[in-house]
């Protein structure tokens, strides 16, 4: 019988000593969700099991200067916060999607990020809000932008010895609009057929484009960026036309494979179908917030 030690450390200094240690016998747990099934896979057999549970500088949200997440902060712990689904209702969209309530209950933002799927939910909105990734080891503390991140399935930046601590966002632009849209077969604890991500930022005239991001899963080996669309979409009128071009050249820059799940032609198709759909709710969201705003200043 296959077994592990179990190890808690109560500081993030502790956890990468103990990675330092123990090298490739030791892997980091946190909520287990991936990496539990792949030890009953046997995919992975590492001798220590490193919990990151018990380390609190992990576990926290923090509003102070834009965003800040710990790693090791649960999906359902972002689900329930009505700060995030109101300053940045994206994320509340993606994880509130993820599993079940009992998956979400357990598993964390940096496990979900650090399992490099291409079907992350977490990646795509944390494409389109310029995240950062802060990781740390013994040598210190590194920013990655999390657009350069993901190397390919199920590989990171991340070298022996380094943690995913948190990821921090600047604050948003006013009058911004952002959305995630999971499209799965069914209404169930499903991957994602194709998930994308939007951020809209308006100029006054709350039509014009002032900043456009576009994120997509299971759109190629990693999360990715559609920039070629961002940049067509940014300085013009935001309309239905507009939104209809910008999700042909992003279905175009994808390079989506034919899967149990979906087909590369359908998923090609589905891009352009919902970067122009995730658009409107975009443009929705802005008025909306933008409506608020005026609201309450009077």
Known sequence: MRTFEYL????????????????PRARIIAGGTDLMIQWKKKLVSPDYMVSLRNVPELNFIDFGDGLAIG???????????PEIQHRYPIIHDAVSQLGSVQVRNSATIGGNLCNAAPSADTAPP????????VIKSAHGERIV??????KGPGKTVLAPGEI????????????????????TRRKAMDLPILGVAMLLAFEEDMTTCAKARIGLGVAAPTPMRASKAEAYLEGKAITQETLTKAGEIAAQEASPRTTIRGSEWYRRDMIKVLVRRTGLWCVQRA????????GQSH
């Open 8 to 23: 808690k450390p109560a500081t993030v200094t502790e956890a990468v000593e103990i990675l330092n240690q123990y090298g």
């Open 71 to 81: 790693s090791a902060t649960r999906h359902r712990t972002l689900e329930l916060s």
């Open 126 to 133: 944390m494409l389109v809000l310029d995240a950062q990734a």
């Open 145 to 150: 932008p999390i657009t350069q991140f993901f």
């Open 164 to 183: 995913l601590a948190q990821l921090r966002i600047s604050p948003t632009l006013p009058r911004t609009g952002m959305a995630y849209w999971k499209h």
């Open 287 to 294: 008025q909306d917030a933008a409506s608020l705003q005026e």
